[in-house]
T-cell receptor, first 118, second 114 residues
């Protein structure tokens, strides 16, 4: 079974600074998909960014970018120019290609609580 | 696009009562997922459907939990009888075909069983 580990329960960063959230995963598959979701206090789950394992280029969405190291099974999220609205729980998630025999859906890490200091 | 719609947003009930949570997925999405979120266990996949058919319910904790998807636009998660340890936030999510797609989540139902 796949597992996703987020080793930082909480991170704090000054507004306008850069912060990196860590994520590692364990899988025996070669093709899969990785996601970062944000959950603000409203508890809504918001997609931040996604990465296909077969793509070597790191995904970028405005101030959010990832550092995907497939051999190391690492998928970190970098937030540049942190803003107060970035304060939330951040979840790393893994999705396997659908094989027709089950095992779909996202496997989530336990999350990192990001605090933005004004 | 209204997104995934869940109801109710909050539910408070007494132990032993039946609870039904409802979900309307995004139109055109053929996969639907039910998740449970607690502080202790994080986000857990309970069950998912593909084209209205339950594919994997291995995450359903006990026989007290059941889920149905009678058509492509509606699903329910039922707990009968409810227990205090069922208190959690329950999310419904949907996804279009293809596992390179992200899941789109509803706003969740916060269930409190007293």
């Amino acid at each position: 079974a796949q597992t996703v580990t987020q080793s930082q329960p909480e991170m704090s960063v000054q507004e306008a600074e850069t912060v990196t959230l860590s994520c590692t995963y364990d899988t025996s598959e070669s093709d899969y998909y990785l996601f970062w979701y944000k959950q603000p206090p409203s508890r809504q789950m918001i997609l931040v960014i996604r990465q296909e394992a077969y793509k070597q280029q790191n995904a970028t969405e405005n101030r959010f970018s990832v550092n995907f190291q497939k051999a190391a099974k690492s998928f970190s999220l970098k937030i540049s120019d942190s803003q107060l609205g970035d304060a939330a729980m951040y979840f790393c998630a893994y999705r396997t290609p659908y094989s027709g025999g089950g095992a779909d859906g996202l496997t989530f890490g336990k999350g990192t609580h990001l605090i933005i200091q004004p | 696009d209204a997104g995934v719609i869940q109801s109710p947003r909050h539910e408070v009930t007494e132990m032993g009562q039946e609870v039904t949570l409802r979900c309307k997925p995004i139109s055109g999405h053929n996969s639907l997922f039910w998740y449970r979120q607690t502080m202790m266990r994080g986000l857990e996949l309970l069950i998912y459907f593909n084209n209205n058919v339950p594919i994997d319910d291995s995450g359903m904790p006990e026989d007290r939990f059941s889920a149905k998807m009678p058509n492509a636009s509606f699903s329910t998660l039922k707990i009968q009888p409810s227990e205090p340890r069922d208190s959690a936030v329950y999310f419904c999510a949907s996804s279009p075909g293809g596992t390179n797609s992200p899941l789109h989540f509803g706003n969740g139902t916060r269930l409190t069983v007293t």
